[in-house]
């Protein structure tokens, strides 16, 4: 086997240990790269169907293209997709654009305070409210298209995400099976040891985990395997002639594309074996993220 062989390989052993360990099992779709990767490799781990629910968070700020792939691909793979929200924030326009339009002389360190604020409740509180079943969940009507309210509210405990070690410095903490405590946050220092691929899987009843199988796993092979695989991904990772595209993707008010002139997967590939980037933070466009900004979210269940 080359290399993507293992990875591959790899995950698909994850995925399978995740649906063996725990009942109430769920699974991240955030649209971008990482996680379509996870849905493809979640579809071959199951011989083309995914036995538990997609979760999406919608923010509301996500670019359209997204939301249009997103429902394009739940209705052609018939995917469980559940899309929670903080409706009442968004309702109250408590939200860093609606802030920003409101004030728009904030300071730099007030528009960092007011997006951290915001990712706080429409990213970390919202999924800890639809993975505990206390938020609003909608469930994707595979007949009419809509999404309709989920009478399930019995709480997720296996919540499987495309984090990857090498994509930000808090990922580089996790565990491939990583556990949470009742309120979903995260203690980095209290992490079960992963030696020799033996992964401690069991938890105590009801224990919260978040189950990652793409840890190992580099932007270069993800790129790779998407080109491998034929992965459809949406046009925003390309460059649409204004010489530049985006390298991750987020909310629209807080994010900022990279320049670049590749208009394709291969050359996403040579210009990542350029080394171009490698002194850029993947994330380095995403601007809610901030000195420890990400980490901090993590630490209070955002993924």
Known sequence: MDHLDQLEQQSVFIFREAFRHFE???????????????????????FG???FPLIHIDTSYKLPEMIQYRDR??????????VGQDEATIKARNTFPDKFKANP???????????KECCSLLK????????????IRRRLNLTTGVYDIDPDHEPYHGVIGGARSDEE???????????????????VGDQPPELWNQFKTDFAPGTHVRIHPLL????????????????PTVS??????????????????????????????DEIIAELKSGRLHNIAERSGRMQDGKHGLEELRREGYM
């Open 169 to 187: 410095g808090s990922r580089s903490k996790e565990r491939y099976f990583s556990p949470r405590d009742k309120n979903n946050a995260w203690d």
């Open 24 to 46: 109430r099992l769920c699974m991240m779709w955030s649209i971008g790269k990482d996680s379509t990767v996870l849905l493809w490799l979640a579809r071959k781990a199951f």
């Open 49 to 51: 169907h995914i036995p």
């Open 105 to 115: 002389a904030m300071s730099e360190a007030e528009q960092a305070l007011a997006r």
């Open 216 to 231: 190992d796993w580099t932007e270069l092979n993800i790129w790779e395997y998407i080109k491998r695989e034929s992965i």
């Open 124 to 135: 970390s509180s919202a999924l800890k409210a639809t993975l505990q079943g206390t938020g």
């Open 73 to 82: 691909l739940a209705m052609e793979y018939r995917l469980t997709m559940i």
């Open 236 to 265: 925003l990772y390309y460059d649409q002639g204004k010489g530049t595209r985006y390298r991750s993707l987020g909310c629209g008010p807080c994010q900022k594309p990279i320049e670049s002139t590749s208009k394709n997967v």
